[in-house]
């Protein structure tokens, strides 16, 4: 947790739709880590994307908000609306600002005119989305280069995204997790509202993109002799067709519930599932897997290093729809076994603690404050010659899987730098509950 020290900072969390956090993991860390560093007496303002007719808090968890507009537009609305943050932080000066999202690397270089230091959160592989067309992925590429160029330090949410940046651009990141949220609560009145039981059905929330694999999921599920039900929690704005080939996937046995708003309905999903099937494969550690596995989920996830660093043994992996199918036989055959990962699931999220990632983020914000960090950065160009597309689809560290370490305990987040020179939407989390 961070403490209470003789000079707290102004700091500001800039790129995000804000809080309350209701939609993504970057709102969830906004809102989480914020409301830590404001509790240990900094000055913590976040800049909200708010739209006409919606509330417009002053405050929230001891965080000053500033609500402004965006462009309506997917391809827009992120850098519209930090544009107008930014322009607003030139005239509020902070200490240390946070911008979430490699999208907003273009207005990075007026942060630094101003000598705002600057920390980017550079989040996944957001260029490997397959709703961005060639224009977006280029888009993507080009920001990933700019915010190794331009910004003060780098924040990696997990190891393979660290690696990648490492790897591709020389550039050193902090490396800073996000927490997972403990699931104590036997509760389960609120599963009879949607028709459920606990411990009688397969779980998944996700948004319905490609590279989540929802489609994957419940074609797996539908060739399967399982006998309990699959609930799929998400949605998307849009991806209407994407949704439209999910659905029909699907048999009779398939539940879809579409988002979920209602929170203690969605920790009651977690908390009591058999399994939770988790298709995410781009977006870096993710904050719907860490929920997951706080609730104590048994978890089949996509094959992928993001996701193997996070469940270690105690996950069942996936690529085809052939491998979710025999995933669910094998948890309903071995009901006992199935117990026993979700419990190993469970010490595995000590180690991704709400209050250890606030004290990192604090320690960083001090460190740009101090102005405590290198005065000249990487420049930004790749250093793979290969087309830019076959260093992560080749699966070297990012996307190999990798064996699976001593399942020893392990500090969640490692904030220093990597002195080695060697040659990114959001994933929803528990408060976007899909959507």
Same mark, same amino acid.
């Given at each position: 947790m961070p403490s209470?020290?003789?000079?707290?900072?102004?700091?500001?969390?800039?790129?995000?739709?804000?809080?309350?956090?209701?939609?993504?993991?970057?709102?969830?860390?906004?809102?989480?880590?914020?409301r830590r560093l404001a509790d240990a007496g900094h000055d913590v303002v976040v800049y909200c994307r708010t739209a006409e007719g919606q509330p417009r808090p002053a405050t929230h968890l001891g965080m000053r908000l500033v609500h402004l507009p965006a462009l309506r537009r997917r391809s827009l609305e992120t850098l519209s609306h930090t544009g107008l943050s930014v322009a607003h932080l030139l005239t509020h000066r902070v200490d240390a600002a946070v911008?979430?999202?490699?999208?907003?690397?273009?207005?990075? +270089?007026?942060?630094?005119?101003?000598?705002?230091?600057?920390?980017?959160?550079?989040?996944?592989?957001?260029?490997?989305?397959?709703?961005?067309?060639?224009?977006?992925?280029?888009?993507?590429?080009?920001?990933?280069?700019?915010?190794?160029?331009?910004?003060?330090?780098?924040?990696?949410?997990?190891?393979?995204?660290?690696?990648?940046?490492?790897?591709?651009?020389s550039?050193?990141?902090?490396?800073?997790?996000?927490?997972? +949220?403990k699931l104590d609560d036997p509760a389960d009145g609120k599963l009879a509202e949607v028709g459920l039981t606990a411990g009688g059905f397969h779980l998944v929330v996700a948004r319905f993109e490609p590279e989540n694999h929802v489609d994957v999921i419940v074609d797996g599920y539908r060739r399967s002799d399982a006998r309990l039900p699959l609930v799929v929690v998400g949605s998307a704005p849009y991806a209407d067709d994407y949704t439209r080939r999910v659905h029909a996937l699907a048999d009779d046995r398939v539940r879809f519930l579409g988002g979920v708003w209602d929170q203690e309905l969605l920790d009651q999903l977690y908390r009591h599932c058999a399994t939770y099937l988790h298709g995410h494969s781009v977006g870096g550690t993710n904050p719907s897997l860490l929920r997951a596995i706080g609730a104590g989920a048994a978890t089949t996830a996509y094959d992928v290093s993001f996701n193997r660093e996070v469940l270690e043994t105690s996950g069942r992996y996936f690529r085809t729809a052939g491998d979710v199918a025999t995933a669910l036989a094998e948890s309903e055959a071995d009901v006992a076994g199935t117990r026993r990962?979700?419990?190993?699931?469970?010490?595995?999220?000590?180690?991704?603690?709400?209050?250890?990632?606030?004290?990192?983020?604090?320690?960083?914000?001090?460190?740009?404050?101090?102005?405590?960090?290198?005065?000249?950065?990487?420049?930004?160009?790749?250093?793979?010659?290969?087309?830019?597309?076959?260093?992560?689809?080749?699966?070297?560290?990012?996307?190999?899987?990798?064996?699976? +370490?001593?399942?020893?305990p392990r500090t969640p987040v490692r904030a220093a730098e990597r002195p080695v020179p060697h040659a990114a939407a959001d994933a929803p989390s528990a408060r976007s509950a899909g959507a």
């Open positions: 209470r020290r003789s000079h707290p900072l102004r700091i500001a969390l800039v790129g995000t739709r804000g809080v309350p956090a209701r939609y993504g993991g970057f709102e969830t860390a906004v809102e989480e880590v914020g911008v979430f999202n490699a999208a907003n690397a273009p207005w990075l +270089p007026l942060l630094r005119a101003a000598r705002i230091p600057v920390a980017t959160h550079v989040d996944g592989l957001e260029w490997k989305r397959a709703k961005w067309g060639g224009a977006g992925k280029r888009y993507y590429r080009v920001v990933e280069a700019l915010s190794v160029r331009w910004s003060d330090a780098l924040i990696a949410d997990a190891q393979g995204i660290a690696d990648y940046y490492r790897d591709e651009f550039a050193p990141t902090e490396q800073i997790a996000y927490g997972a +949220p990962r979700g419990k190993r699931a469970r010490l595995l999220s000590a180690r991704y603690d709400w209050d250890h990632v606030a004290t990192a983020y604090e320690a960083l914000c001090r460190r740009l404050a101090a102005r405590d960090f290198p005065r000249s950065r990487p420049s930004g160009r790749r250093l793979r010659l290969e087309p830019a597309a076959s260093s992560v689809d080749r699966e070297p560290a990012v996307l190999r899987p990798r064996p699976a +370490p001593a399942p020893a």
